[in-house]
Every structure is written in C-alpha cells, then in structure tokens.
T-cell receptor, first 112, second 111 residues
Framework: DAGVIQSPRHEVTEMGQEVTLRCKPI?????LFWYRQTMMRGLELLIY????????DSGMPEDRFSAKMPNASFSTLKIQPSEPRDSAVYFC??????????FGSGTQLSVL | GEDVEQSLFLSVREGDSSVINCTYT??????LYWYKQEPGAGLQLLTY?????DMKQDQRLTVLLNKKDKHLSLRIADTQTGDSAIYFC???????????FGAGTRLAVHP
C-alpha cells in the first residue's frame, strides 16, 4: 500500500489567493483527518470525516477554511482567501476505525 | 478537560536508554499511543498500548502505563542517532472520536 498521499508537498502562494490541498487516504480506511502543525500551536485537528461525512469541524479556524470528501478515496482542504498566518504544515491522516492513524507526508504551505 | 502533557526536549548519548514521559487527563482512554516524527515527514505510529495493560515491549521499545497516575512512558533501549526525532504521546478519550496529541518531545541523540 502506498500509504496516505498528499499533494502538493510544498505550496507557496501570495496572500489573498486560494489554496487547495489534496489527500488520498489508504484504501479501505473509513476515517480521514486534517491536521495543521505549527511551532507555536503544535498539532491541531481541523476536521475529520467518517465514511465521507464530516463529523467534527470545530477545529476549522474560520470560514476561510473548508474541507470536502466527495468519495472514499479523495479529500480536499481549501483556504480562500489565504493569509500569512495560515502558513503551516498540513497533514492528512486516515484510519480504520478511529484508532491508529496513518499520516501523509504533509503539505508545507507558505503564504507570503 | 482533555490534555496531554510532555516535556519538550530530551538529550541522550548514543547507546544509552531514552525515557520519554507523558501525562494525560482522561482516565477512560481506551488506547494510548506513541508517534514518531522525523524532520520533514509526517507522524508515524510507533507503538500503542491498550488501557488494560501495564507494559508492552516491542524490540527496543518499552511502553509503561501507570493508570493510577495517568502516566505513560516510552523507553528506547540502545538509542541510536536514527532515533533522533520528535515523539508525540496521544490518547483517544472515550468521550470523543479524536486523538488528543501532546506537544511532542524532541529527542536529540549525540555521540
């Protein structure tokens, strides 16, 4: 299995632009999580899905952030408009049941 | 509330044992985990322990769980330079569906 696949690995954009991060979970996993990691705040859970349905989005910072999971093999996290304070590493993770998460390699986002 | 606490930094000499400690708050947690994050990479599940166990050993790794004190530790025997990474403790509270992570302990291994 290829594991959780995220794209792009790095994204540099200007403030105000739309950013879309992509994730392909491990086949057969029924949970998908989006995390954000920064030096200041550590690892933060943004949102998670179960069987493609959003369960808890209380960690999404504000309305500029949105996430979708149109099918079991694909999810997106969108930031519109992006701001410099959104700069972070964004991780996608998946699991079978809510235990034992498998993480992707992350997307390093820099908003200038 | 839910909280997982770890010391932020640990430095050990190559070949020595490393012990990384963690305290958690939810005594009803079902599983407790240790994740490892190497530079530029995602978190990798290292090991986990079910809440009804006291100890779990997996090659160089030993996990100890003290439920009374809500204390979890990870011991790495014969620490190598390749063990240099950030180690995250995490719990799954019975009250929710999401993992609660600590801030991570940065392990530095020096010759």
């Amino acid at each position: 299995d290829a594991g959780v696949i995220q794209s792009p690995r790095h994204e540099v954009t200007e403030m105000g632009q739309e950013v879309t991060l992509r994730c392909k979970p491990i086949s057969g996993h029924d949970y998908l999580f989006w995390y954000r990691q920064t030096m200041m705040r550590g690892l933060e859970l943004l949102i998670y899905f179960n069987n493609n349905v959003p369960i808890d989005d209380s960690g999404m910072p504000e309305d500029r952030f949105s996430a979708k999971m149109p099918n079991a093999s694909f999810s997106t996290l969108k930031i519109q408009p992006s701001e410099p304070r959104d700069s972070a590493v964004y991780f996608c993770a998946s699991s079978l049941g809510r235990e034992k998460l498998f993480f992707g390699s992350g997307t390093q986002l820099s908003v200038l | 509330g839910e909280d997982v606490e770890q010391s932020l930094f640990l430095s050990v000499r190559e070949g020595d044992s490393s012990v990384i400690n963690c305290t958690y708050t939810d005594s009803s947690s079902t599983y407790l985990y240790w994740y490892k994050q190497e530079p530029g990479a995602g978190l990798q599940l290292l090991t986990y322990i079910f809440s009804n166990m006291d100890m779990k050993q997996d090659q160089r790794l030993t996990v100890l769980l003290n439920k009374k004190d809500k204390h979890l530790s990870l011991r790495i025997a014969d620490t190598q330079t390749g063990d240099s990474a950030i180690y995250f403790c995490a719990e799954t509270p019975r009250s929710g569906n999401k993992l609660i992570f600590g801030a991570g302990t940065r392990l530095a291994v020096h010759p």
